[in-house]
């Protein structure tokens, strides 16, 4: 089984909102990350989190705010976001950092977010 | 870092073959190769990590030259399922960081 859930499947915000985005993972991974897809565009990592510790965070704003309570589940908790902010935001795992290694990404559907 | 794809597009009659390379400015380690088809999630077809290697999913191959620091994916024989947009992702030294090409978006028709 290789999935990766992620709840909610839409979300429409407005800029003074807070909402939280959901990733789970049963498959005992210990590397975890969130990206960002606009249309046509590949995907653009954020923030990856290794044994529930941050390890990368490629300079996102602080209105996202990542959260990895524990080794199945990651959150991304977003508050006063931009009209530009709207995207696709994927969360992948892997059992451990995947990169340079034989380690695989394995994506979620994704949550499609727009801010009003 | 980011890999540079090429072509940008493809469009096929079932039936035909393509190649979809990928190539780095940088020493790759690894090459992950992943299809996205339009408003779902990349979904992982191969890695290849040794240069030289080639590995194979049914009638989609690929190989690995490590010294020229490139990668090539090989569609044989396409079908309807493979029209979506393809992703090679390199990775370097830096664990826990997968650099994606822009995309080349393959198109099959009947």
């Known amino acids: 089984d290789t999935e990766v859930t992620q709840t909610p499947k839409h979300l429409v915000m407005g800029m003074t909102n807070k909402k939280s985005l959901k990733c789970e993972q049963h498959?005992?991974?210990?590397?975890m990350y969130w990206y960002k897809q606009k249309a046509k565009k590949p995907p653009e990592l954020m923030f990856v989190?290794?044994?529930?510790?941050?390890?990368i965070n490629e300079s996102v704003p602080s209105r996202f705010s990542p959260e990895c309570p524990n080794s199945s589940l990651l959150n991304l908790h977003l508050h006063a976001l931009q009209p530009e902010d709207s995207a696709l935001y994927l969360c992948?795992?892997?059992?451990?950092?995947?990169?340079?290694?034989?380690?695989?990404?394995?994506f979620g559907p994704g949550t499609r977010l727009l801010v009003l | 870092q980011q890999p540079v794809q090429s072509p940008q597009a493809v469009i096929l009659r079932e039936g035909e073959d393509a190649v979809i390379n990928c190539s780095s400015s940088k020493a790759l380690y690894s090459v992950h190769w992943y299809r996205q088809k339009h408003g779902e999630a990349p979904v992982f077809l191969m890695i290849?990590?040794?240069?030289?290697e080639q590995k194979g999913h049914e009638k989609i191959s690929a190989s690995f030259n490590e010294k020229k620091q490139q990668s090539s994916l090989y569609l044989t024989a396409s079908q309807l399922s493979y029209s979506g947009t393809y992703f090679c992702g390199t990775g370097g030294s830096t664990l826990g960081r997968l650099y994606f090409g822009r995309g080349t978006q393959l198109t099959v028709w009947p």
């Open positions: 498959m005992g991974h210990r590397a």
């Open positions: 989190y290794s044994y529930e510790k941050l390890s």
């Open positions: 992948a795992s892997s059992h451990r950092l995947a990169g340079g290694t034989q380690e695989t990404q394995y």
């Open positions: 290849l990590l040794k240069g030289g």
